[in-house]
């Protein structure tokens, strides 16, 4: 398994950045603790933060040439935005979870939207960063499932 992690915009402000909604940890540490997860299992990681939609689609694109297995992406404000990298990952069909630190359910109307949903293999939103560990968990148990 080869996992990509793709963080939105605005997320490298994580720690500093409405923590009421977003909690105290930093992307930094975000994503250490993923990588120390993936690499116990003898895993690859890696993750890309843009706040630029076409860096993220680019990443999005050069996936399966890296051979990458699984997605988590945290589209951030993209999520009620961006049909283009809607659009990306429909074109490369690698299996993804969408995760939210926040509850866009409990937010403003225009959050509640997101172009991913109906695509994802499973949505986590509300549970802060560990919104992320548990998607990566998802993903080991998946593999870890004789199927
Ligand atoms: C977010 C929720 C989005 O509505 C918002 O634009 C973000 C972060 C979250 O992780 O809760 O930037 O995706």
Redesign the pocket.
Same mark, same amino acid.
């Given at each position: 398994p080869h996992i990509l992690v793709l963080h939105?915009?605005? *997320?490298n402000l994580l720690g500093q950045r409405e923590p009421a !909604?977003?909690g105290h940890s930093t992307l930094a540490d975000i994503d250490a603790k993923l990588v120390a997860m993936a690499n116990a299992w003898g895993w690859a990681l890696s993750s890309l933060q843009s706040n630029a939609e076409h860096q993220l689609i680019d990443a999005v694109q050069l996936a399966p040439k890296q051979g990458v297995t699984n997605i988590i992406i945290?589209? +951030? +404000?993209f999520? !009620?935005t961006s049909v283009a990298l809607r659009d990306a990952l429909s074109a490369v069909a690698i299996p993804f979870i969408e995760? !939210? *630190?926040?509850n866009?359910h409990a /937010?403003e109307p225009f /959050?509640q939207y997101s172009y991913f949903s109906d695509m994802a293999q499973g949505v986590i +939103?509300g549970l802060g960063a560990d919104g992320y560990f548990l998607a990566l968990e998802a993903i080991y148990r998946r593999f870890s499932r004789p199927d």
């Open positions: 939105g915009p605005n *997320l !909604h977003y945290n589209p +951030a +404000a999520t !009620h995760v !939210h *630190l926040s866009i /937010r /959050r +939103a």
